[in-house]
């Protein structure tokens, strides 16, 4: 009986054992896979997301832009001589048609003089070969005279006619010469330059030496912008602009889009706008940096996404994009505007992509992540 007892407290005591160990190899095996899957998540690193934000199609749009006189002209001398007297010195503001300079033409003048002295010679040269071949005609009527001399007699009077029609031409055209004594404003405008004196020989031509005035018309006034190429479809004449002055703090200066290049510079991907401006005070000045802006309804959509989620890389500008198998895609975007915490993305994204947030360095293109995404109604970083 105490045999019986015996084996039996040791098959009691194998079982425990085996039991044991059994617990012992199952809690081996689940603080293996723990520690599997801790190794795991510690290799995937978490990152915090965000949506991008759309963004209003009415925008003001502020683009810099020159200002540039509404004509503006170099003004030459069409004839030679010496500067008598000039009327308007630099700054002066003129009207059309007003007398700017009058030049002494001593040679035109004797030239003219020779000319209409020689066409009075003609005239009577004229008148007496009109008389010899009156003369001749009559002769001819008694066979006193041949025909050919007849006919020799008329040519006379067609040469004299046209040697004396080439003398008028000659005559007005020194009148011309001499009708450029006195130098006119063409337009309406300002002096901005005046390079001669009293006295001064003067040449005609339209070289840089003899530019005896440079006038420009400011009232009103062009102003040139580039238009960025995701605004160049929502341009159109009429649309209504206003600048923003530097000189003039605070003030609206109100113009229009008068007209556009209608095609795109390939180098820059601007097309060229022009704006014009009443500037009837005068408060502008050609040459001036301005701020322009315009009130657009833009077509395209346009996102904004937080600057600290740009990656900056040699391929060029990306973002990481988080899949619905929150697997990473570096995505190259196309920025606009640069509102100093946020930048306008043109092309490249969705408004329903996730996008990582201060993107290490070290994040590839389909690294597995884990995602951190807001929760609802919590603020957008």
Do not use: C
Request: glycine residues 6%; charged residues 20%; proline residues 6%.
């Amino acid at each position: 009986m105490s045999a019986v007892k015996f084996f039996g407290g040791l098959l009691v005591g194998a079982v425990v054992l085996v039991g044991l160990g059994y617990l012992v190899v199952n809690q081996r095996k689940a603080d293996d896979k723990v520690l599997a899957q801790q190794n795991e998540a510690a290799s995937v690193p978490a990152v915090s997301v965000v949506h991008p934000t759309p963004t209003s199609p009415d925008d003001d749009v502020v683009v810099p832009g020159s200002t540039q006189a509404f004509a503006e002209a170099g003004i030459y001398a069409r004839t030679s001589g010496y500067l008598k007297a000039w009327h308007a010195d630099l700054g002066a503001r003129v009207k059309a048609g007003q007398l700017l300079a009058e030049i002494d033409t001593p040679e035109t003048d004797q030239e003219l003089a020779q000319a209409r002295a020689a066409r009075q010679q003609l005239a009577a040269s004229l008148d007496l070969a009109k008389s010899s071949a009156a003369r001749w005609e009559e002769l001819r009527k008694s066979d006193a005279v041949s025909q050919q001399e007849l006919d020799e007699r008329k040519a006379a009077v067609a040469q004299q006619l046209a040697t004396l029609a080439a003398s008028d031409a000659n005559i007005r055209r020194l009148e011309e010469l001499a009708s450029y004594r006195k130098v006119y404003a063409p337009f309406a405008g300002v002096i901005t330059k005046r390079n001669v004196d009293t006295g001064a020989l003067v040449t005609a031509g339209n070289t840089a030496q003899q530019q005896l005035f440079y006038l420009a018309q400011t009232t009103p006034l062009r102003v040139f912008v580039s238009l960025p190429e995701g605004y160049a479809t929502g341009v159109k004449p009429g649309l209504a602009a206003w600048l923003e002055v530097p000189q003039y703090p605070g003030r609206k200066i109100v113009g229009a889009v008068t007209r556009t290049a209608e095609v795109i510079d390939p180098s820059t991907r601007t097309m060229l706008t022009q704006i014009d401006v009443p500037n009837a005070d005068a408060a502008l000045m050609p040459g001036a940096y301005v701020q322009v802006h315009l009130k657009m309804t833009v077509t395209m959509e346009r996102l904004q996404i937080p600057i600290n989620t740009l990656l900056f890389r040699a391929e060029g500008l990306r973002v990481a994009v988080v899949d619905a198998q929150n697997v990473v895609h570096l995505q190259p975007i196309s920025i606009g505007r640069d509102f100093g915490t946020t930048v306008e993305v043109l092309q490249g994204l969705s408004v329903t992509d996730w996008l990582v947030l201060n993107p290490s360095d070290s994040l590839a293109d389909k690294q597995t992540v884990h995602p951190q995404r807001p929760a609802e109604g919590a603020p957008k970083k």
